[in-house]
């Protein structure tokens, strides 16, 4: 325990699976900081859909309970354990732990899993970077292999990872289709997208067969009519889990991707915070919760109906 450590914090924790009301602010422990990780005092736990999704048991039961939710970090390295070199005390950092467990004053982090926080972004929004960010990178650039003048179609465009893909795209120079609700069309305009799509309205025949590659977050059962926008050779990229006609993709001569769960480093992060200091890339909020109200950050995720990011603020003296 670092000197000027409390031995107890206040922590979101839930002793079984299920609806919202199953988590609780209680007194936890401290964690220590192991070999390789560092403790970091949280001022800011960005939302994600892993996170309800574990609390309602749809992701299974093999999460050790009692279960503290929240992956993505914000805040400031407290103390450090052995082998960690790259950084100390009073770091202002953020990242993504390996077991969850960022709805929590503290939380034990792998120095490998971290970067130090972008300069030009406060606490909250660094938060909501890491696991949307990263997921959006490595959907359009690892396994999507996006280039400068292609075209990708990003269904769901308004949410976490696709608000973030969109500006990623931007940045690489491709052509973008941003598909969302009609409500989300300025926004995304705004944003930067070349032309938008109502996923709700007819597909405009313009849109037909011109993508080489879709980014698609909103998975499903729905989603056969992205197959008839990709060209001969284009590629599906899922993030969620989601179901897309065989013969039609045969037919249309596309190939869909497996859904991934890539791990996050350092340089991804450092990536990341360079695009953001270097104002290619922008976190929308779409809304912050106190830490007692964390069930409440979830209803509104669970909503799928977030712009940007949902936020949880942990420490309020810092922004
Ligand atoms: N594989 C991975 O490593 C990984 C990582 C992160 C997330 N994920 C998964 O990816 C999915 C998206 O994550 P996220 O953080 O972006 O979620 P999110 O922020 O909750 O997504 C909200 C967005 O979804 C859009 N949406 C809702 N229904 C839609 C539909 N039928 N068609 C198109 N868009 C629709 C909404 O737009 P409108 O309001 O305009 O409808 C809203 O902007 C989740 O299932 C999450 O679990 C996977």
């Known amino acids: 325990m670092a000197i000027g450590m409390p031995e107890t914090m206040r922590a979101i924790r839930y002793y079984s699976f299920?609806?919202?009301?199953?988590?609780?602010?209680?007194?936890?422990p401290v964690p220590?900081?192991?070999?390789?990780?560092?403790?970091?005092?949280?001022?800011?736990v960005g939302v994600n859909p892993g996170d309800w999704q574990i609390r309602s048991g749809l992701a299974g039961d093999r999460f050790e309970l009692p279960y503290t939710p929240g992956w993505d970090v914000s805040g400031i390295v407290v103390s450090i354990g052995d082998g960690v070199t790259s950084f100390r005390p009073g770091d202002a950092v953020y990242g993504m732990t390996t077991n969850s467990?960022?709805?929590a004053e503290y939380v034990a982090v792998p120095a490998g899993n971290l970067a130090l926080k972008p300069r030009s972004i406060n606490f909250v929004e660094a938060a909501a970077l890491p696991q949307s960010g990263f997921t959006a990178w490595h959907a359009l650039f690892v396994q999507g292999k996006l280039e400068s003048g292609q075209t990708v179609l990003i269904n769901g465009a308004a949410g976490g990872v696709g608000h973030l893909a969109v500006q990623l795209a931007r940045w690489k120079g491709a052509s973008i289709i941003g598909a969302a609700s009609a409500r989300n069309e300025p926004f995304l305009c705004e944003l930067g997208v070349d032309r938008f799509v109502d996923y709700a309205a007819a597909l405009p025949t313009a849109i037909a067969r011109s993508a080489d590659l879709v980014l698609d977050t909103a998975g499903g059962n729905q989603g056969d009519w992205l197959l008839d926008t990709l060209k001969p050779g284009g590629q599906l990229v899922p993030i969620a889990w989601g179901s897309y006609s065989s013969e039609q993709a045969t037919n249309a001569s596309v190939t869909v991707h497996e859904v991934q769960y890539p791990l996050i480093t350092s340089a991804y992060l450092e990536e990341l915070a360079r695009l953001i200091d270097t104002?290619?890339?922008?976190?929308t909020i779409d809304s912050i919760f106190p830490l007692e109200e964390t069930a409440n950050a979830h209803i509104k995720s669970e909503s799928h109906r977030a712009r940007g990011k949902i936020v949880i603020r942990v420490f309020s003296e810092l922004q």
Not at 18 to 28: F, I, M, N, Q, T
Not at 279 to 283: A, D, G
Request: with cysteine; hydrophobic share 45%.
């Open 279 to 283: 104002k290619w890339l922008n976190v």
């Open 18 to 28: 299920g609806g919202p009301d199953v988590l609780r602010l209680e007194e936890a």
């Open 32 to 44: 220590n900081a192991g070999i390789g990780e560092a403790i970091i005092r949280v001022h800011a």
């Open 101 to 103: 467990g960022g709805c």
